[in-house]
Each structure stands twice: as structure tokens, then as C-alpha cells.
């Protein structure tokens, strides 16, 4: 097929880069939007050739009602993403749907929109179903108004048909004004009489009580899909976005998180999903990231993390629609910027990427922010940067430790002064209005779910650290408390050794505390991520395994060393008996595990009840113990399970070894959100911070008027500059990226995970090369068919015009003579249609041999069934032509 079949002279004009031809053919009526029939627009003519910076030049004053957004939709079809069918198939597929004939075209537009007439609201208003509805839409209703756009779209909503929806796309069918007003359209159908709402949509009445996006979103049709767990449809969905596929993709990650902890519906299918979305945002990040230069990257930072202003350096955005999944109000939602969204999602492998991993390095010290007031630009510059509070808090602590180990290792000197108690106390203080503040910070409810139920308890509590933090406070002011008790109310020294040890126990837990403050550089962060894992998720199984055998030949150990039915009766009567005996039990075990024989050293008894527990034991049981059972013990513990534990280890570091650095940048995200919440003044004179810092801001919101916020990303005429330079970055990438988005994410994954990803992802371009070429086979043997279909018309033409000579002869004997003078002889004619049904029989011969699949097209391969069936028909046709051409050749030799 020619491919410039269908174009226009706009289409050569901008593939040459003439701005002078352009500009004229525009002013005469032509459209960029104007397509050929292989699916080319004038923008693709342009931007094949690098011409695209000319055409767009002239394009924006030129064409009347073309904005800059749809020149990015030129440059980026959203459909580029899916593997379409050809048209001809759509249209059959699409014909069963409709209730009238299908115009390609594209929608009829004299039909009566439901969205034509929206409510008296401004642009981008949340609208809820369940609202008393406008006059104009009542009105639509009584009216049952449809339309073959609408009735596509929701027929596979309805059947989650990926084929139906793809066919509309390859038709032109949907658009952004078809999804818009997608959600009207089926809450006009959940309330008619005639519609089987309950066959397709089970939960119709919460649908029609919750409160929508804005129908400007382009996450609008998401909702809807997702809402209904139309799980098959979504990715292609996701897929189409033009401006908001990244912030589509987390909104369902966030969506879907709580249905896959419940275990809610289909399972595998949620995981499946998630786990195609979760390929697409991270491929989709990566690579805006990766190929961007340095100014493109601080546009996408500043995207993500909703720091874009409008052109008067304020208004700060975009923001988009989210469900928070901590909300407990499903029905509802707010809008908040792409780095919030990417928290709330709590995904690791989005955290992980390179992308989120450098906006999270650029938070700890932002750029500083310029703003054009009043013709002067005016910087704003915060000293007290996140990285700067780090390093502020970890040498105060540092200092702290210091302080705290010299109080409690000098103590006869300081438990006899009050002066040391100031500082020591000062700090406590702090620490604890810090804790408390940041307690109050994350006091919103958090679902945790466990075993398919839902804990709702602070985020706090979600960091491990906070139970020592909280465990060292108290323990601190125990031993604060403890020594003004001793020292000003009993004056009694014989406890100070016990508030000695309280306050090293403090101290102990503030020194593992320090730990976290390590987790920031990127040399020893990963190294801490991965003893974490070893401690939690080996170490406690073994540690739980281990105590089991323990105190099974614990028990074993004393009933054989030192059997209480021989016990003296002075010691069974004597204080802490109980306690020797369980303290027997559980060290003895541990004693031999670690070969500390010298403590186990036991000395026979010289009577059965002359026996001394821990030091004399039973004659005949310890000889058993000693020339059998110890060294049972010592087989399963030291060399079983001892080396089993150091397997396991070694399985998991080589296991997170790939992945240390992803867990790693996991915890640099989380603490960055934590030290852009801490104040700048560092114990022990953070308290003052932390009290009068709220009061402050209090009585300044007091003060200040509210003022109605521009929300500039909810209309496009008032994109700002900056973010229509991002769109630019973003489609003219997404164009080169988009049908590559769904391929499995190799980075930041193990070892077997990434080779299997790799593997999967050259499976894929194998079989889009093997489809594509299959594709050119039957398109070549379609124009092989088509020729030789006129070239037999044109015989047909002339066996006609020959029969009727033939029988003008036999009408007209007086000119026969003369007529058969002027004939060709009979053999010079059968030698022509001897040459000529050769010719098309190898013709017929050549064609069908350059259609012949190969051998990885078997038939049973549900992917090629439709190629195969199309190589078929062709040659079944090629076959009818051929039979065909004998019959005429038999039919001019009969004449």
C-alpha cells in the first residue's frame, strides 16, 4: 500500500518545512488533524523529516481553534499505544453494536448531548450523580437521547472488552469528549426502566452516590472502570491518557492497594493489574528522566512534586483527583500533587526509580524559587533546607550521646549534683515535645491489613524507630525521676544502682537509635536496609524455631541432671528455688550452643540426693548426658541448625544484593517527608521550637483572609508557560516511548526477576517482528490478488469484444472477406494465450509461494489464527482466479 496514499499538499508542505506553503494551505481551509489512509497526520509528515519546530511556528496562528495541547495530541497519539485492528474488521465489530450505520467519520454531532449544558459550576468541579440534575439534563432524559460513540464506550465498559474498545480507536470513535461525558450517559441508563443494570453493573447505587472527578480529568473514564472492576479494559485505558497517564497510573495503584491486602474479588487479576500499571508509570517515569536534559528534569521535578506556577509565580500545581485509600469515605476525594500521590500509594517500585529516587535528592536541597511580580523577579530561599536539619539533628545527637555517656558513666559525681540534671533534663524535654509533635504530625488513621482485616492505627506507628524512640524517653525520665526520688524525698542509696541501670538502658536504646541517622548516605544505607531484612525476616523464624528445641531439651537436661524426686529438701524449700530451676532450663542449651563448656562443667553426686542444681548432678544421668545426649544436642543445634542459619543469610543477601539499592532509596524517601515536617532547632532547644512554632501559625492563619485559589491545570487556556513546555518534553518523548510502556521493568529488581523480565521483554519484540512481518505477507498478497484481478477483467474486456467481431462476421457475410483479411490467424492466437496463461500461472505460482508462514505461525497459536485465516482467503481467491482464467482460455480455444 502507497503511503502517501490520501495525503494532502498540507502534508508535503510540512514535510518539506516551507512555513510560506503552510501557512497558505492553513488560511485555505486545510487541517494539521488531516490524515492519509495509512493513519499519517501533516505533524507526523513534519516531525519525521525534523521539521516539526516550523510547522508549529505558523500552525497556532494559522488554524483557527488549534491550541498547543492539540498540537501535542498530533504529535503524540495517545492510540500509538495499542495494537489496533484494521478498519475494515472495526467496522464489522463496531456494526453489531450500534443501532444505526456506522459513519467512520466519527460521531454524529447533530444528536443532543447530555454534557452540552452543564451544571451552573465552574470548570472542574467535582459533581455528584446523586444531585438534583439541571433542567437541560432531566430534559436529555425524558428524551433517552444515544449516541454511537457513547453506546461503543459503554458496551465495553460493560463487557470489559478490550477488542470493542480498540476497534472504537482505530474507527476514531472515542474521544475526550465521549469520555467526558461517559458518567452522565450511565447514570442516565441506571435510572431508565429498560436497562438490565444489575447484568453488567452490581453496585449501580453507590456508583450513583458518589461524587465524580472533574469532567475535565482525564481520570475521569478510569474512575468509572475501576470502580467497577472492569480489570481487563484498564491497562488500555492507562495506555490512551495523553497528559495524565502518570498521574492515572498511581491514582489506581492507590486504588487497588486496599483491594489486594483485603483480598477483595478476583485476586490474581488485581495482582496481575497491578502489576501491569505498575510496569507502565515506572517505564513511563524512567524514561522522561532518563532522556530529558537538564532543564527538561527540573520541569519534570517541579511537575511531580506540584511546584509548576502560573505565570504570576504563584498558585503552585498541578494537583490531581486521588481516593486516598486511608479515607473512609470512598465516595470522596481531593486533589494533591503527583509526589503526595506517590506516598499515598506506598509502591517500592515506584519510590525506587531513578526518577522519584533524583525528585527525592532535589527535595533534600531544593533550587531556590523566582517568582515575577510586578515586572521584578524576587527570590525566595529557605536556609533551613531538609539536608540542613539532618545534619543539624545528627550533631546535636552526636553531642547528646556524648553528654548521656559521660553522666552515666561518671555517676558517683553526677548523682551527688543537680547541675548536670539541667541539660541532661533539657534534653529529655525535647525529645519528648519532638516525639509528641511528631506523634500529632502522623496522627491520621493508617489501614494496616493483616490476615484480611483492617487495622486502623497512626502512621506513627508504621516506623519501627519510634517504639525505641518512645522506649528511651521513658526510660530516661525513669531514671530522671528516680534519682530526685533518692536524692531530695528517701535519701536512700542503696536503689541507685537500679536508676543507674535505667538510665544505661536509655542510653543503649538512644545508641541503636543512631543507626537511622546512617540510613542517609548511600554507602552504608543499603548495608542497614539489608541487616534489617537478615534480622526480621531470617533471623526471628530461626530465633522462633531455635527456642522451641531449646526448651524441649532444656527440660530434658534437668529432669536427667537433676531429678526433683532426688532433690535435698533444704534446697526445694529454700528462696528462688523456682527461678534457679528456669533459669537452668533456658541456659543451659544456650550454654552448649555457644561451647561455653566451662560453665557447664558438672560433677556426679556421691548419693542420689546429694545433688546441687548447676553443680552436682545425678550419677547415671549425666553419664547419659555426656556420652549421648550432648552430643545429639550439639549435632542438631551447632552443625544443623547453626549452618542453616548461615544459609539463609547468605540466600538473602545475595537475594537483596540487586535490590539493597531500590529497599535503600525506599528509606531516603521516607526520610525526607520526615525532616521537611522537623523544625530547624536541635535539642536540647527544639521544645521552644515546637511549642511556640504552632502557636505562631495559628494566630498568622487567624489573620489572613482566605482567598479563592486559581486552580490553572483544570483549564487549559490557563496552562501556564512552563507546564506547556513540559507537555512539549512530555509528548515528544512519549511518541518515541508509548508503545513500549507495557514491557516488564528490569531495573532495580533481583537477579531472576530481572533475567526473567528480560527474557520476556525479547519474547515480546520477537513476536511483534514475527506479527509484523506476517502483516506485509498478506498485504503483499492482497495487491498480488488485486492485480491479477484486473489484469483478467482486461481479458474478460477483450474475449468479449472478440465474440462480438466474431458474431458481427457471421451477421455480415458481405464484409467477411474484408474482415478476415484484417484478422489475426488462429495459431498466432493460441500461441498468445499459451504465453499468457503461463505468465499468470507463474505469476499465481510466485504469489503463493512468497505467502507460505513460517514455521513459528503454527496453527495452534491463538496470535496468528487471524493472519493465517487472512493468508487463506487469499490464496483460496488466488485459486478461484486461476480456474477462472482456464475457463476463459477453454472458452476462446472453443471459439
Known amino acids: 500500500m502507497d503511503a ?14 516551507n512555513k510560506a506553503n503552510i501557512r497558505y494551505l492553513l488560511r485555505q481551509g486545510l487541517l494539521l488533524q488531516n490524515v492519509t489512509h495509512s493513519g499519517m497526520s501533516c505533524i507526523d509528515y513534519a516531525y519525521e523529516k525534523g521539521k516539526l519546530d516550523e510547522v508549529l511556528e505558523v500552525a497556532e496562528d494559522c488554524q483557527k481553534g488549534l491550541t498547543m495541547t492539540d498540537l501535542w495530541r498530533l504529535v503524540d497519539p495517545a492510540q500509538r499505544a495499542l495494537k489496533l485492528p484494521d478498519r475494515s474488521n472495526s467496522r464489522q465489530l463496531i456494526a453489531s453494536i450500534a443501532h444505526e450505520s456506522l459513519r467512520v467519520e466519527g460521531p454524529r454531532g447533530d444528536s443532543h448531548s447530555v454534557c452540552d449544558d452543564k451544571p451552573s459550576k465552574r470548570r472542574g468541579s467535582a459533581v455528584s450523580l446523586s444531585e438534583k440534575p439541571p433542567e437541560t439534563a432531566v430534559a436529555v432524559a425524558k428524551k433517552d437521547v444515544s449516541r454511537t460513540d457513547w453506546d461503543v464506550l459503554l458496551r465495553a465498559i460493560e463487557l470489559d472488552s478490550s477488542r470493542i474498545l480498540r476497534s472504537a480507536f482505530s474507527l476514531n470513535l472515542v474521544t475526550s469528549d465521549t469520555e467526558r461525558c461517559l458518567p452522565m450517559y450511565l447514570a442516565q441508563k441506571l435510572n431508565s426502566d429498560t436497562y438490565d443494570s444489575n447484568r453488567y453493573f452490581d453496585k449501580s447505587e453507590e456508583f450513583l452516590n458518589q461524587k465524580l472527578f472533574s469532567v475535565v480529568s482525564e481520570l475521569l473514564v478510569i474512575d468509572v472502570a475501576a470502580f467497577f472492576d472492569k480489570m481487563n479494559i484498564l491497562p488500555d485505558l492507562i495506555l490512551t491518557r495523553q497528559f495524565e497517564l502518570i498521574p492515572a497510573c498511581i491514582s489506581l495503584l492507590v486504588y487497588l492497594k486496599p483491594k489486594i491486602a483485603q483480598r477483595q ?11 501491569k500499571i505498575i510496569c507502565i508509570v515506572v517505564n513511563a517515569l524512567d524514561d522522561l528522566y532518563m532522556s530529558a536534559s537538564e532543564e527538561e528534569r527540573n520541569l519534570l521535578i517541579d511537575y511531580i512534586r506540584g511546584d509548576l506556577r502560573d505565570n504570576n509565580g504563584e498558585n503552585p500545581g498541578p494537583m490531581f483527583p486521588c481516593r486516598c485509600a486511608d479515607n473512609a469515605d470512598r465516595s470522596s476525594f481531593e486533589y494533591i500533587t503527583l509526589f503526595d500521590m506517590v506516598e499515598e500509594s506506598d509502591c517500592s517500585e515506584l519510590i525506587e526509580t531513578d526518577c522519584m529516587h533524583n525528585v527525592a535528592r532535589k527535595a533534600w536541597h531544593p533550587r531556590p524559587q523566582y517568582t515575577e511580580a510586578s515586572g521584578k523577579k524576587k527570590r525566595f530561599t529557605d536556609p533551613f533546607t531538609p539536608k540542613v536539619k539532618f545534619y543539624i539533628h545528627h550533631v546535636a545527637f552526636v553531642i547528646f550521646l556524648a553528654y548521656a555517656a559521660w553522666y552515666i558513666l561518671d555517676f558517683k559525681m553526677t548523682f551527688y549534683t543537680v547541675i548536670p540534671d539541667i541539660l541532661l533534663s533539657l534534653y529529655a524535654a525535647s525529645y519528648t515535645v519532638q516525639e509528641f509533635a511528631d506523634f500529632w504530625r502522623r496522627r491520621a488513621l493508617k489501614n494496616f491489613y493483616v490476615n484480611k482485616r483492617i487495622i486502623r492505627c497512626p502512621s506513627y506507628f508504621q516506623d519501627a524507630i519510634n517504639l525505641f524512640d518512645c522506649f528511651a524517653i521513658l526510660f530516661l525520665w525513669i531514671g530522671l525521676f528516680w534519682k530526685w526520688i533518692i536524692f531530695y524525698v528517701v535519701e536512700d542509696s542503696n536503689t541507685t544502682y537500679a536508676c543507674q541501670m535505667m538510665l544505661t538502658i536509655s542510653f543503649t536504646l538512644w545508641g541503636f537509635r543512631s543507626v537511622a541517622f546512617l540510613s542517609y548516605h548511600e554507602r552504608t544505607g543499603p548495608v542497614i536496609s539489608m541487616l534489617s531484612s537478615l534480622l526480621i525476616l531470617d533471623l526471628l523464624p530461626f530465633l522462633a524455631i531455635v527456642m522451641i528445641i531449646f526448651y524441649v531439651f532444656g527440660v530434658l537436661f ?27 532450663v533456658f541456659t543451659l542449651p544456650f550454654n552448649l550452643l555457644f561451647t ?18 548447676g553443680k552436682v548432678a545425678h550419677p547415671q544421668g549425666l553419664a547419659w548426658f555426656k556420652n549421648l545426649l550432648l552430643f545429639v544436642f550439639l549435632f542438631l543445634v551447632n552443625i544443623v541448625m547453626v549452618n542453616l542459619l548461615i544459609a539463609l543469610f547468605s540466600l538473602r543477601v545475595s537475594r537483596m544484593d540487586s535490590r ?31 511549642i511556640v512554632l504552632p502557636i505562631m501559625r495559628f494566630v498568622r492563619g487567624a489573620r489572613v483572609q482566605p482567598t479563592d485559589k486559581s486552580e490553572w491545570w483544570l483549564n487549559e ?41 528480560h527474557t520476556g521483554n525479547l519474547m515480546d519484540t520477537l513476536q511483534e517482528q514475527l506479527d509484523s512481518r506476517l502483516g506485509a505477507m498478506a498485504d503483499r498478497q492482497e495487491e498480488t490478488s488485486q492485480r491479477l484481478t484486473g489484469r483478467l477483467d482486461k481479458v474478460e474486456e477483450s474475449l468479449a469484444q472478440g465474440v462480438q467481431v466474431r458474431e458481427q462476421q457471421q451477421q455480415v457475410p458481405a464484409t467477411s472477406d474484408r474482415l478476415s483479411q484484417n484478422l489475426v490467424p488462429e495459431a498466432v492466437i493460441d500461441d498468445k494465450l499459451r504465453a499468457l496463461e503461463a505468465r499468470l500461472t507463474a505469476e499465481l505460482r510466485a504469489a503463493t509461494s512468497t ?35 482456464d475457463s476463459i482460455i477453454e472458452l476462446l480455444k472453443r471459439n
Open 596 to 613: 561455653t563448656f566451662d560453665t557447664t562443667s558438672l560433677e556426679p553426686s556421691s548419693a542420689t540426693v546429694n545433688q546441687t542444681i
Open 558 to 584: 534437668f529432669n536427667l541432671l537433676f531429678p526433683v524426686i532426688f532433690s535435698p529438701a533444704s534446697e526445694m524449700n529454700g528462696s528462688g528455688y523456682a527461678w534457679k530451676v528456669i533459669l537452668q
Open 660 to 690: 539493597a539499592l531500590g529497599i535503600w532509596r525506599r528509606t531516603y524517601f521516607e526520610m525526607l517527608r520526615e525532616y521537611q515536617t522537623l523544625g530547624p532547632l536541635p535539642p536540647p532547644v527544639s521544645f521552644i521550637s515546637e
Open 717 to 757: 487556556s490557563d496552562y501556564p508557560d512552563e507546564y506547556v513546555s513540559f507537555l512539549r518534553f512530555q509528548a515528544t518523548r512519549f511518541r518515541r516511548c508509548r508503545p513500549q510502556l507495557s514491557r516488564e521493568v528490569t531495573r532495580n529488581r533481583s537477579d531472576f526477576d530481572g533475567l526473567k523480565a
Open 265 to 275: 474479588g478476583r485476586l490474581e487479576q488485581l495482582k496481575e493489574l497491578q502489576g
Open 851 to 885: 505467502v507460505e508462514p513460517g514455521p513459528d505461525a503454527g496453527p495452534d497459536d491463538s496470535r496468528y489464527r487471524k493472519t493465517t485465516s487472512r493468508l487463506r482467503q487469499q490464496r483460496r481467491k488466488i485459486k478461484e482466479l486461476d480456474s477462472k482464467l
Open 4 to 17: 502517501n496514499k490520501g495525503a494532502t499538499c498540507l502534508h508535503f508542505a510540512c514535510e518539506a518545512g
